[in-house]
């Protein structure tokens, strides 16, 4: 095993898919972790598939015995999700996200050389205390209105300290640890919008599921009002903007967490350019408190200019080409493959 292989946990899931694919296209050779079996088109891209449970600890044995020099850890519950278990969340979001620290730590020592661990993290981190503090927050930074509301968005900021806890503080008092240390990167991602995949259990999954539905001809009934406004982002952006972190000097950044964004849409604006690509759409709206609820606590809008000025991050999809170029010309295809098989 070359001593530069990548681990990719929660290999399985949205971020996932995508990611592995751009990453076999670097050449670069992939260890990935799931607790679901892979999908053979995306399991054929990995040099090793480990499927398991993040908290089980024979996986970390496992991983311990395999050298990787790059963490992308994805595996997560997400936010509706995680309000219906509130416990399991905790243990795989939080209990998975330490056992996953401590091992990549333990092999950034065996190493001798620092391990760059990616922690895709969340707009659940804030919590917008009322529907005025969110139409008035505008640009929201990552360091203001850091209260949510959430379990996931919980398990998400503190995950951001304890990656900061082993990046910082543990390196120092660990006399032992010569070079090898963790280098803790964390992203702050806005709703994702896939064209090849469906997010589970998240609660900006109104915009990818409105779409997917559409595509294959089927009603929809959206679980929050048209007015709901969050920034979101494509995923080639994301996947770009997780590779670009990744790979910037670290003498470049002035900070551990940084938010992206792209574009932001309400869900009605969604709505209409999912009827615009799929013109008979069948859109209706049936808020569901609960979730409307949670996203209701999310910002409007990001300031990602820390991302800009640190890393060079610029996203390539803003609305209209996101609509009109790469989902509608990729969840066509997609659908019309599912069709004809
Ligand atoms: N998209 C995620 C969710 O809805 C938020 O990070 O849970």
Redesign the pocket.
Known sequence: MPTDAVLVTGASGEIGHSLIEALAERGVTIIATDIRPLPPHIARYCSEVLKGDILDPLLHEALLHRRFGQVFHLAAI???QAEREPERAHQVNVEGTLRLLQTSHRMAKLRGEPIVFLFPS???VYGLPSLEAKRCAGRVREDEYLRPMTM?GANKLYCELLGLYYARFYRRLDPDDGAGWLDFRALR?P??LSAFTL?TG????YAPEMLHAAAQGQPYRCFVRPDTTIPFMAMPDAVRALLLLAEAAPSALQQHVYNVTAFSASAEEIAAETHQLFPNSSITFDPDPRRQAIVDTWPEDLDDSAARRDWGWRPEYPRHRTFQEYLAVNIRRRYQKTYSL
């Open positions: 997400l936010s509706s969340s707009i659940a996931y991602f709703g994702l997010p998240g609660t900006s999954d």
